[in-house]
């Protein structure tokens, strides 16, 4: 194999830069360190060979490799030291004014054909090339922190980038171990724009005070197996770290509503409630452990009223099974009892819409979420409406969970929890596409691999069914009159012809 970039150069040692040239060594890349603090050049040399010293002593490297990867280290005390570099790294402050700064003093002493990369997450590259001489030689090369661990790299065309320098990094970062996605010089580029719809749409629902932030987790994990619900993640990145991508993102398309920020976690940022490093945040933290408030008891019911179903509920039949193997006494005549409890299964719409539209007692209705097959989850979801009754609230709750399945119930709103996130982190991909931004292929790969969700969020939208996001969208829209939920055009397509998302245009 030949080494794409034989000498590589790091300009910023901290958490990130040192990832970075963690990788480059293990590469095989001579790695010079440069940082304006010479101290911290040594900081980092010796806490990368600490890092491999603990990989050997796992048996995850071999003992005679520290040695190796500790001699391709290079310290710099001046940016005059990378001049034979073929390729330099940039991995400081995110300021573009800085960055600009830095870039001019680099052109100045590398050679001609020597490639600069910059390790930025939110600044456009072709912000940061206008004034240099060959605005050509510079790309986005943009790692997840921690860089060894997390094994997906955006690689980011400027509009001057010469396409033949992505093409190199792509092959860089896969001798690195790692996988490489192309985008587009946009606004968060792939990962940070596709991770808009969970966390910003969960704060709305919260916002709406339909569910709290412990109730939303446990939902986004039991029902579509998220690994850690919004709330969780956002304490695991700390709110001085979410909370500006997402106001950066939102001003950057010009205040696009979908993209709209929270006043919660503003006013969390203001108050220092950042997440696990101050030890609160969404929770409140002890010896790094979450304190997370007891799921509601299920409610018992000496006597439980007969079930009835309308005929417009999703997925009918399923729901029908359901109560039967719950042992519900199901009626099946055209309009419900008196005594009946009225189960509706609506997708998008409040339960409160439902009842008023097909003239339902709405203090006897509760929602169903059936946007997935009851089968796919592992957790069931109910919603009452403003004048749902406590004890029709009780019964549902109590049935619903006779097997044990886990249930929680929240207040009515537009689509359920699951329903909205999905929805939203779908239509949001789908623009992406529409945008040409990345192929729908790197989408799933960014997003999988970058922010951990069980599938891409096309693969979502196969899962859930695109007609079937496209219903809640529409839905949505009429419930909120926000263009927020307004479905891309792209999305459009493919649910009218009834495609898989994955499928490619000619």
Known sequence: MVLTFVNTAVVGTGAMGRGIAQIAAQAGSTVWL????????????????????????????????????????????????????????????????????????????????????????????????????????????????????????????????????????????????????????????????????????????????????????????????????PFELMDLTALDVSHPVMESIYHQYYEEPRYRPSVITAQRLAGGVLGRKTGEGFYRYTDGKAEVPPEPAVPEVPEMPPVWVPARAARRAEIYQLLKDLGAHIETGAQPSEKALILVAPLGHDVTTVAAVERLDATRTVGLDMMLPDSATKRRVLATNPATRPDMRRAAHALLARDGKAVSVVRDSGGFVTQRVVATIVNIAADICQQNICSPQDLETAVTLGLGYPLGPLAMGDKVGPTNVLEILFNLQTVYGDTRYRPSPWLRRRGALGLSLLHTEN
């Open 34 to 229: 440069y940082d304006t603090q010479p101290a911290a050049v040594e900081a980092a040399r010796a806490s990368l060979v600490d890092q491999w010293e603990k990989l050997a002593a796992k048996g995850k490297l071999p003992a005679d490799q520290v040695a190796v990867l500790a001699g391709r280290l290079r310290p710099a005390s001046a940016l005059a030291d990378l001049s034979g570099c073929d390729l330099v790294v940039e991995a400081i402050v995110e300021n573009l004014a800085v960055k600009r700064s830095l870039l001019a003093d680099l052109e100045a002493v590398l050679r001609p054909d020597a490639a600069i990369a910059t390790n930025t997450s939110s600044l456009s590259v072709t912000a940061m090339a206008h004034g240099m001489k060959h605005p050509e030689r510079l790309a986005g090369f943009h790692f997840f922190n921690p860089v060894p661990l997390m094994k997906v790299v955006e690689v980011i065309a400027g509009l001057k980038t010469d396409p033949a320098l992505c093409g190199r990094l792509v092959d860089y970062a896969r001798q690195m171990g790692h996988t490489p996605v192309q985008a587009q010089d946009t606004p968060g580029f792939i990962v940070n724009h596709a991770g808009r719809g969970y966390g910003t749409e969960a704060l709305r629902i919260v916002s709406e005070n339909v569910a709290d932030f412990a109730t939303i987790d446990r939902i986004l994990r039991d029902q579509m197996g998220f690994r850690l619900g």
